[in-house]
């Protein structure tokens, strides 16, 4: 299984941004997808996740009402839509999958190689 991100890129502070993340091999309508991120000098933080069908999402204290997270079986690919960006958005953003309906952030079965996202202030 592969995921690749795509989308990252500079915003001024307020502006907005679109995340991908296609994946190939495995069954993607079979698993549950999510996004982690990593800020410069900090440890990785859970961002937002998606069941497998879509119906169930969760997200972040830090950015609830801000992001939105979404997912395209057809396409097998999982979006981020970053609306509101801070500078303390500031970060690499992860792709995850884990092979299971419902997403769990303590087990993470892939993870794609980033894509970094620029708040400026």
């Known amino acids: 299984v592969k995921l690749l991100e795509s989308g990252g890129g500079l915003v001024q502070a307020g502006g907005s941004l679109k995340l991908s993340c296609a994946q190939s091999g495995g069954t993607f309508s079979s698993y549950a997808m999510g996004w982690f991120r990593q800020a410069p000098g900090k440890e990785h933080e859970f961002v937002a996740a998606i069941s497998y069908s879509g119906n169930h999402t969760y997200y972040s204290d830090s950015v609830k009402g801000r992001f939105t997270i979404s997912r395209d079986n057809a396409k097998n690919t999982v979006y981020l839509q970053m609306n509101s960006l801070k500078s303390d958005d500031t970060a690499v953003y992860y792709c995850?999958?884990?092979?299971?309906?419902?997403?769990?952030?303590?087990?993470?079965?892939?993870w794609g190689k980033g894509t970094l996202v620029i708040g400026s202030s």
């Open positions: 995850t999958a884990r092979v299971a309906r419902y997403y769990s952030a303590d087990t993470i079965d892939y």
